[in-house]
């Protein structure tokens, strides 16, 4: 029966589905994100000028069992467009679900299997020409404590080989609704990231994985 | 056996289950449409034997690594992959074409330069490598910075001492000329220009550089036989340099320390690089050894002008130096040019389009 369950919701999903918008929140100093990419020079105050991330396998599970799942398998999320950080998910009516479950980045097996468009095209300039690889996290801005050149700070975290693979499982606990709000806490990031020190992370190593960890704390 | 046009049997017949699998059971297809269905599936297989044609390899080769399936292989696809190939509007100034650095008389590797020549004349810091099997490859670049070919295009288009320029820009400059539009309908079913089908086409029209037609080929195929010299070279062959460099591709496709000096002007490290790990120090990719004639200078520096000078190399290096005196040299000498392929060379259909000479000024 446990195995039947998934199959009958997608059945009855086609007769009756509700949408279910998840909504992912960026949020810094308490507030809602505002991008500034008007590349102004460092002020006092820390600015995020571009945050775009993969996301792959969205679902929506009930006791571990998934009950839903994203029409598109790979969302590429840009803070910069509103539009892009809201998606549905369609759910059978009357069914439950408690989990949110997706991988943070672009899975390693599609990562690993060559040209695709749409989400994956390369000219959205989510991939790196100088090694082969999709940057699954890509966070940019300034900060004045940031010693590089013109106080920016780049963090590209990707890489889908070996021991620096950077897609990241995340599952989050949630009650049905009409909207299910994922806060993406950027105050957790920098609390724990030193931009004096770490402020330039480009290339799959050791570092860009513990970040990738850190990733997966944001999420709420 | 190969048949008539040397595509290798299995292959047709795995096409041909997949074509039978995709057509012959429909879902609820009524008994008239038979007939229909069997014309349907003759005329694909006849188009399928034309299209592996084009890609077609001995039998003693082993079975591609690239998949055919994510990408399957159409004339008109190569041909706008051929197109794109050869045509400068890849580059930010509209000087420099893929085959600027891959001239087809060099067997696609560049024999001017020891490192690579870009836009601007800046002057890269490899030497840009042979193009041809890549069908076999499972990495890309000297030091294997690539893991596959639809998306080696990205690295040479967007860096700055050779194409200068990125995939949303060629992309967008496409979409400018009137001419790719009708090439992407044909290939694609409709003219819509994106960054996939950019990448893919160039990687179809490199997966037909299909390099198996040398005086080695003919032996193998029992319609040439190897001269005493060669012969004894190809022994000796097999003792010292069949291990990376494994026949028939003349590479295992894995990366090495041949024992070459780092070039302090360059400090390449090769593969750790990119794996970071302390094991991977001076590695570089195997090259084939296919074409040699064709493709001086040689290493991932272009530091050796003469086949002589390698071979001095492996003989006097100072770890583990081969024994292999001068006449036992000279041997291998000969062995290796019975692998240049003259008919891969000088094969028209990978040649400059001429249809592109009669473009207008852009």
Redesign the interface.
């Given at each position: 029966m446990k195995h039947l369950l998934p199959i009958l919701c997608l059945f009855f999903s086609t007769l009756s589905a509700q949408e279910v918008f998840i909504d992912f929140q960026p949020v810094m100093g308490g507030k809602a994100l505002v991008i500034d990419d008007t590349g102004a020079a460092a002020g006092a105050e820390k600015v995020v000028e571009a945050m775009r991330f993969y996301l792959s396998d969205v679902a929506l599970r009930s006791e571990g069992q998934v009950v839903s799942t994203s029409d598109k398998r790979h969302h590429l999320l840009d803070a910069a467009q509103p539009e892009t950080m809201r998606f549905p998910l369609s759910v059978p009516a009357g069914v439950a679900y408690d989990e949110l479950s997706f991988t943070l980045g672009v899975d390693s097996l599609t990562a690993?299997?060559?040209?695709?468009?749409g989400d994956?095209?390369?000219?959205n300039?989510m991939?790196w020409?100088?090694?082969?690889g999709y940057i699954n996290f890509k966070l940019e801005g300034t900060a004045p404590e940031c010693p590089a050149r013109k106080n920016r700070f780049q963090f590209h975290v990707g890489g889908f080989?070996?021991p620096f693979n950077s897609e990241r499982a995340v599952s989050l606990g949630v009650s049905p609704g009409k909207t299910i709000p994922v806060k993406i806490d950027l105050d957790r990031f920098f609390d724990q990231i030193n931009l004096a020190a770490t402020y330039q992370i480009m290339s799959p190593?050791d570092r860009s994985a513990t970040i990738a960890d850190l990733l997966v704390e944001l999420f709420r | 056996m190969p048949n008539k046009q040397g595509v290798r049997r299995g292959s047709v017949r795995k096409w041909a289950e997949r074509l039978r699998a995709q057509f012959c059971s429909p879902p609820l297809g009524p008994e008239a449409l038979r007939p229909f269905l069997l014309l349907a599936v003759l005329g694909s297989l006849a188009m399928t034997a034309e299209r592996l044609s084009d890609f077609a390899y001995p039998d003693y080769f082993p079975a591609p690594t690239y998949?055919f399936d994510?990408?399957p292989l159409s004339g008109e696809k190569i041909q706008l992959g051929r197109r794109l190939f050869y045509d400068e509007i890849l580059s930010a100034d509209g000087t420099v074409s893929c085959a600027s650095c891959h001239s087809p008389y060099n067997a696609f590797a560049h024999t001017d330069h020891d490192l690579s020549h870009g836009i601007g004349d800046q002057i890269g810091t490899r030497n840009a490598p042979a193009l041809f099997n890549l069908a076999w490859s499972t990495s890309f670049h000297r030091d294997g910075?690539?893991?596959?070919?639809?998306?080696?295009a990205?690295?040479p288009?967007?860096?700055p001492a050779e194409m200068g320029s990125?995939?949303?820009d060629v992309?967008a400059r496409l979409r400018g000329d009137s001419l790719y539009a009708a090439g992407f309908a044909r290939a694609w079913g409709d003219p819509v220009i994106?960054?996939?089908?950019v990448?893919?086409s160039l990687?179809q029209f490199q997966l037909t550089l299909v390099s198996a037609g040398a005086k080695y080929d003919r032996v193998r195929e029992q319609k040439d036989t190897f001269s005493d010299q060669e012969q004894k070279g190809y022994a000796l062959f097999k003792t010292y340099c069949n291990s990376c460099h494994t026949e028939p591709l003349f590479t295992n496709q894995g990366f090495a320390k041949n024992g070459l000096e780092v070039d302090t002007t360059l400090n390449d490290f090769g593969r750790i690089v990119?794996?970071?790990l302390p094991a991977d120090n001076l590695l570089f990719k195997i090259p084939s050894l296919r074409n040699l004639s064709f493709t001086h200078p040689y290493m991932h520096d272009g530091r050796f002008r003469k086949l002589r000078q390698v071979l001095e190399h492996y003989a006097d290096r100072l770890n583990d130096p081969l024994p292999l005196a001068s006449n036992d040299q000279a041997d291998l000498i000969a062995f290796l040019l019975t692998l240049d392929d003259r008919a891969f060379v000088f094969d028209r259909r990978y040649a400059f389009p001429v249809e592109m000479r009669s473009v207008p000024e852009r």
């Amino acid at each position: 029966m446990k195995h039947l369950l998934p199959i009958l919701c997608l059945f009855f999903s086609t007769l009756s589905a509700q949408e279910v918008f998840i909504d992912f929140q960026p949020v810094m100093g308490g507030k809602a994100l505002v991008i500034d990419d008007t590349g102004a020079a460092a002020g006092a105050e820390k600015v995020v000028e571009a945050m775009r991330f993969y996301l792959s396998d969205v679902a929506l599970r009930s006791e571990g069992q998934v009950v839903s799942t994203s029409d598109k398998r790979h969302h590429l999320l840009d803070a910069a467009q509103p539009e892009t950080m809201r998606f549905p998910l369609s759910v059978p009516a009357g069914v439950a679900y408690d989990e949110l479950s997706f991988t943070l980045g672009v899975d390693s097996l599609t990562a690993a299997s060559g040209a695709f468009g749409g989400d994956l095209d390369p000219t959205n300039g989510m991939y790196w020409t100088w090694r082969s690889g999709y940057i699954n996290f890509k966070l940019e801005g300034t900060a004045p404590e940031c010693p590089a050149r013109k106080n920016r700070f780049q963090f590209h975290v990707g890489g889908f080989q070996g021991p620096f693979n950077s897609e990241r499982a995340v599952s989050l606990g949630v009650s049905p609704g009409k909207t299910i709000p994922v806060k993406i806490d950027l105050d957790r990031f920098f609390d724990q990231i030193n931009l004096a020190a770490t402020y330039q992370i480009m290339s799959p190593d050791d570092r860009s994985a513990t970040i990738a960890d850190l990733l997966v704390e944001l999420f709420r | 056996m190969p048949n008539k046009q040397g595509v290798r049997r299995g292959s047709v017949r795995k096409w041909a289950e997949r074509l039978r699998a995709q057509f012959c059971s429909p879902p609820l297809g009524p008994e008239a449409l038979r007939p229909f269905l069997l014309l349907a599936v003759l005329g694909s297989l006849a188009m399928t034997a034309e299209r592996l044609s084009d890609f077609a390899y001995p039998d003693y080769f082993p079975a591609p690594t690239y998949n055919f399936d994510a990408n399957p292989l159409s004339g008109e696809k190569i041909q706008l992959g051929r197109r794109l190939f050869y045509d400068e509007i890849l580059s930010a100034d509209g000087t420099v074409s893929c085959a600027s650095c891959h001239s087809p008389y060099n067997a696609f590797a560049h024999t001017d330069h020891d490192l690579s020549h870009g836009i601007g004349d800046q002057i890269g810091t490899r030497n840009a490598p042979a193009l041809f099997n890549l069908a076999w490859s499972t990495s890309f670049h000297r030091d294997g910075a690539h893991h596959h070919l639809d998306l080696q295009a990205l690295a040479p288009i967007s860096h700055p001492a050779e194409m200068g320029s990125n995939i949303k820009d060629v992309v967008a400059r496409l979409r400018g000329d009137s001419l790719y539009a009708a090439g992407f309908a044909r290939a694609w079913g409709d003219p819509v220009i994106t960054g996939e089908r950019v990448l893919k086409s160039l990687a179809q029209f490199q997966l037909t550089l299909v390099s198996a037609g040398a005086k080695y080929d003919r032996v193998r195929e029992q319609k040439d036989t190897f001269s005493d010299q060669e012969q004894k070279g190809y022994a000796l062959f097999k003792t010292y340099c069949n291990s990376c460099h494994t026949e028939p591709l003349f590479t295992n496709q894995g990366f090495a320390k041949n024992g070459l000096e780092v070039d302090t002007t360059l400090n390449d490290f090769g593969r750790i690089v990119i794996t970071t790990l302390p094991a991977d120090n001076l590695l570089f990719k195997i090259p084939s050894l296919r074409n040699l004639s064709f493709t001086h200078p040689y290493m991932h520096d272009g530091r050796f002008r003469k086949l002589r000078q390698v071979l001095e190399h492996y003989a006097d290096r100072l770890n583990d130096p081969l024994p292999l005196a001068s006449n036992d040299q000279a041997d291998l000498i000969a062995f290796l040019l019975t692998l240049d392929d003259r008919a891969f060379v000088f094969d028209r259909r990978y040649a400059f389009p001429v249809e592109m000479r009669s473009v207008p000024e852009r």
